[in-house]
C-alpha cells in the first residue's frame, strides 16, 4: 500500500511545476480593487437593487416613455384614469392618477403588482401616498396575494385628505405571515361613502420593505448582501451607457436626482423603460459608504447613445455640471454643492479619487485636481496611446475564454495606469459579439475559468492596473449576473477575499497554469492566486511552490475550484443546482519550505498561508 503511494507521488513530482517567489522585487500595490459597475440596467436599479416595491409609482414620462397605467388595476370598480392637473404634485410629477368610484358604497380604490409582484415578509414596511381631494375616513394599506386573494397585512390611516390641495399620508405595517410566493400586489382602498368630492387623485404611491443599513429611499438587503460576498472595492457609477443616454437631453443628469422624490422627474432610459431616478446621486454615494467602495465617478462628457456630440465650444455647461457633481462629493459643507449634500444629511464629505470622463477627449483641458486621477474612458487599445500623466486608460473587453488566455501578458509593458471598467466572458470560444445567437445566457465555468486568467493578468500589474470591475446585473431574481452571474462568479469572489498588497516576482513560466504571487503586508500572509487552463490531456497540474521567507512545516489553506466535464455547466440560480465544487484544505510545506499540490483542468485556486512565520520546526 505504502510502496504504491510513493510511487504516484514520484511520477507526480517527475512533472511538477517548480514555482519559486522571490521575497522583494515586486511592487507595492496597495491591494489590486475587486469591484463593480452599477446602472439601471434591465431593471438593475428600478425593480432591483432599488428597493421600492412599487412599479410607475409615479406615472412619470419623457421623449421616450409616455405616463402609462401599467401596474395598476382598479378595485370594485373604481375608473382608474391619468389626470396632468392644473396644480400637479409637483412640477416633475405632473401627471397623476384619478381614482373615480363608480358605485356610493364600500371599498373602492387600486392596487399595483409591483415588478413581478410584491416580496411579502413578516417585516416592516413603509409607505406613503399623496392624495388630493376631499376624503372623510380611513384610507386601508395591504398587500394580499394576487392568485387567491388572501391578505398578508394591512393598516388604517386615518385621512388628512383635502379638497384642492395635495396632502402626504404615511403609514408602516408588519405582515402577520410570510407570502408563499412573490406573485402579491399592494392596494390602497377607501370607503366610497366618505368621499366629498366626486374622485380623489393619487400621485407618488411608495412602499419599502426594510432596506441596507435601514437607509431611507435605499437599496435591498438581500441583493446588497449577495453583493458583499464579492468583498468590492471599487465601484464605478452610473455606467455605462445608462451615464450617456439615448440622446443629449436624456443623458444621467445628476441635478435632478437629488432632494425629496416629488422633485426627482425621471427620464428616459437606455434600456427600454422610463426610469424614475428614484436611485440617485446621493443614494448611489450612500451606498458606495455603506459597502466601504470607494468610488469611480463617471461624468457625461457631452456623448450620447445617438451619436449627439455636444461640439467642444458648447461644453462648457457639462463641465460646469461635472466640476459641481465633484464640489457636492466632496466640498466642505459650506461650500455652494457640499451645503446640498449636507442638507441632504451628510455633512461629512465623501472622498474621491477617481473620476472617469465620458469618450470625450476633453481631458488634456481639464482642471487638474493632484489628489484626483482622471480616466480616460477610452484605453491604449481603443486608440488613446497619449493619455496625459497622470490620467488613466478604461479598458472594457467583452470575449471568449480563449481571448483572455491569449491576453494575459496584455498589460504587463503597458506604462498607462488603467482600469478594467467592464469585462465578460460573454460568447464560448469561436463565437462572435453580442448578436450572434450564441451569448450565453447565464455565465459558465469555462468563461469563469477564462476570467479568472485574465484577473490574475491583471493583479499581476497591479501597480498599473488598479482594479477590475464586473457589470453587476441585479434584478428581480437577485441573482448577480453579468460578468459573473449567480454562481459562477465564485472565481471573483474567491480571488477578492484573499487581497494581494505587495506583488513578489517568481521564476517560472505560464501556460497552462496561470498564477499571481504576493505577500498582504497587514496580515503577513503569502498568497498564491492560479486558474489552469487546458492542461495536457486535460491532468491535473501538480505544482511546487515556495515562498522565499516560508519556512518548513507551515500551515497554508488551498481553495480549489473545480467544473463539470461540460465547460458550459452553470450553476443555475432557477433550479439551485450548482455544478462548481469548492475545496478546501490545510496542507503543510515540507521540510524545504514547499508547498506541494495538484490542480485539475479548468480549475482556480488560491493558497494563502496561515498568518505570521511558525517557529522553525525541529529537523528530522
Ligand atoms: C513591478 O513593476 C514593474 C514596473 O511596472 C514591472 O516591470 C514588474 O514586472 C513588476 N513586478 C512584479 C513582480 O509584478
Ligand atoms: C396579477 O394578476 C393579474 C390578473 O389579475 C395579472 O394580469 C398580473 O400579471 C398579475 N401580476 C403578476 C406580477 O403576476
Ligand atoms: C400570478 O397570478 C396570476 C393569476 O392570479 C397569473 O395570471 C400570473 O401569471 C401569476 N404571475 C406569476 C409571475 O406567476
Ligand atoms: C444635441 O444634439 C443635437 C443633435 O445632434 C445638436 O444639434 C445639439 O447641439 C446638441 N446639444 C447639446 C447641448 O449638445
Ligand atoms: C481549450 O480547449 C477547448 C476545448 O477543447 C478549445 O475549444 C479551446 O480552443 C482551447 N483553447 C486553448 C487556448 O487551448
Ligand atoms: C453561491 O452558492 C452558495 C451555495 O448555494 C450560496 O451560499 C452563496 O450565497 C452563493 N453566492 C452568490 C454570490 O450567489
Ligand atoms: C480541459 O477541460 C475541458 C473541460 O472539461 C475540456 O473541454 C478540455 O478539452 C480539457 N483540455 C484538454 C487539453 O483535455
Ligand atoms: C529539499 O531540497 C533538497 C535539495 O534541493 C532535495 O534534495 C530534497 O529532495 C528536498 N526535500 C523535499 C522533501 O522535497
Keep these: 500500500m505504502k510502496r504504491v503511494l510513493l510511487g504516484l507521488l514520484a511520477t507526480t513530482a517527475a512533472s511538477a511545476i517548480d514555482i519559486g517567489v522571490s521575497s522583494k522585487g515586486g511592487n507595492v500595490t496597495g491591494g489590486f480593487h475587486y469591484g463593480f459597475l452599477h446602472e439601471d440596467i434591465d431593471n438593475s436599479g428600478d425593480g432591483g437593487l432599488y428597493a421600492e416595491l412599487i412599479r410607475n409609482r409615479a406615472f412619470q414620462s419623457s421623449e421616450g416613455y409616455p405616463s402609462s397605467l401599467d401596474g395598476w388595476y382598479s378595485i370594485n370598480g373604481a375608473k382608474l384614469s391619468l389626470k396632468a392637473l392644473d ?34 415578509k413578516v417585516q416592516k414596511y413603509s409607505g406613503s ?51 408563499p410566493s412573490s406573485n402579491n400586489t399592494f392596494a390602497i382602498t377607501f370607503e366610497a361613502a366618505g368621499l366629498k368630492s366626486a374622485s380623489l387623485d393619487f400621485n407618488l404611491i411608495s412602499l419599502f420593505p426594510p432596506t441596507f443599513k435601514g437607509r431611507k429611499n435605499g437599496m435591498r438587503t438581500d441583493i446588497v448582501e449577495a453583493l458583499e460576498q464579492f468583498h468590492p472595492t471599487l465601484f464605478r457609477f452610473p455606467g455605462g451607457n445608462m451615464l450617456e443616454g439615448r440622446t443629449n437631453t436624456s443623458y444621467w443628469d445628476w441635478k ?87 442638507s441632504l444629511g451628510h455633512p461629512q464629505p465623501w472622498k474621491l479619487e477617481y473620476v472617469e470622463v465620458g469618450n470625450e477627449d476633453w481631458l ?23 493619455i496625459p500623466s497622470p490620467g488613466a486608460g478604461d479598458y472594457h473587453l467583452y470575449t471568449e475564454p480563449d481571448t483572455w488566455v491569449a491576453d494575459f501578458g496584455k498589460f504587463d509593458n503597458v506604462e498607462t495606469p488603467h482600469i478594467i471598467g467592464e469585462m465578460a466572458s460573454t460568447f464560448p470560444n469561436g463565437g462572435t459579439g ?41 434584478n428581480h431574481y437577485a441573482t448577480i449576473c453579468g460578468r459573473s452571474g449567480s454562481n459562477d462568479s ?30 498582504n503586508d497587514k496580515t503577513d500572509a503569502h498568497i498564491f492566486k492560479a486558474a489552469v487552463y487546458n492542461s495536457t490531456d486535460g491532468a491535473d497540474v501538480p505544482v511546487k511552490l515556495t515562498f522565499d521567507g516560508v519556512v518548513a512545516d507551515t500551515a497554508a489553506e488551498l481553495t480549489v475550484l473545480s467544473g463539470p466535464e461540460d465547460p458550459y455547466g452553470v450553476n443555475d440560480p432557477f433550479t439551485g443546482v450548482n455544478v462548481v465544487k469548492t475545496t478546501k484544505t490545510t496542507i503543510r510545506s515540507d521540510r ?29
Design 87 to 120: 396644480e400637479p404634485l409637483s412640477k416633475a410629477l405632473s401627471t397623476s392618477m384619478n381614482v373615480a368610484p363608480t358605485s356610493t358604497g364600500g371599498q373602492v380604490g387600486f392596487f399595483n403588482d409591483g415588478y413581478w409582484g410584491v416580496d411579502v
Design 129 to 179: 401616498f399623496w392624495v388630493r381631494g376631499d376624503y372623510r375616513g380611513v384610507f386601508t394599506a395591504s398587500v394580499q396575494s394576487n392568485i387567491t386573494g388572501e391578505q398578508f397585512g394591512s393598516t388604517k390611516i386615518k385621512s388628512r385628505a383635502q379638497a384642492n390641495e395635495w396632502v402626504q399620508h404615511e403609514f408602516t405595517f408588519t405582515p402577520h405571515k410570510n407570502a
Design 256 to 342: 435632478i436626482s437629488i432632494g425629496p422624490l416629488e422633485d426627482r422627474p425621471g427620464f428616459s432610459g437606455v434600456w427600454n423603460y422610463q426610469q424614475t431616478n428614484g436611485l440617485g446621486f446621493f443614494e448611489y454615494l450612500q451606498f458606495a459608504e455603506d459597502l466601504g467602495m470607494e468610488i469611480i465617478l463617471a461624468v457625461y462628457a457631452g456623448l450620447s447613445l445617438n451619436g449627439d456630440v455636444t461640439p467642444k465650444d458648447q461644453l462648457q455647461p457639462f463641465i460646469d455640471d461635472a466640476l459641481d457633481q465633484i464640489e457636492f462629493i466632496r466640498g466642505p459643507p459650506d461650500s455652494k454643492w457640499g451645503a446640498v449634500r449636507a
Design 364 to 386: 488634456a483641458g481639464a482642471p487638474e485636481d493632484p489628489d484626483i486621477r482622471v480616466i480616460s474612458s477610452g484605453s491604449v487599445y481603443d486608440g488613446y496611446d497619449s
Design 434 to 474: 453580442w448578436d450572434s445567437g450564441v451569448l450565453r445566457p447565464l455565465p459558465w465555468w469555462g468563461g469563469a475559468v477564462g476570467e479568472a486568467v485574465a484577473l490574475i493578468s491583471y493583479e499581476r500589474n497591479a501597480d498599473r492596473v488598479l482594479g477590475a470591475l464586473f457589470m453587476a446585473m441585479v
Design 490 to 519: 465564485l472565481d471573483e469572489l474567491l480571488m477578492a477575499a484573499h487581497p494581494i498588497t505587495e506583488t513578489l516576482p517568481a521564476n517560472s513560466d505560464f501556460d497552462p497554469l496561470y498564477y499571481v504571487a504576493g505577500k
Design 592 to 620: 524545504n519550505g514547499t508547498f506541494s499540490f495538484s490542480l485539475p483542468n479548468l480549475s482556480v485556486a488560491v493558497l494563502e498561508t496561515k498568518g505570521k512565520r511558525k517557529a522553525v520546526r525541529q529537523q528530522w
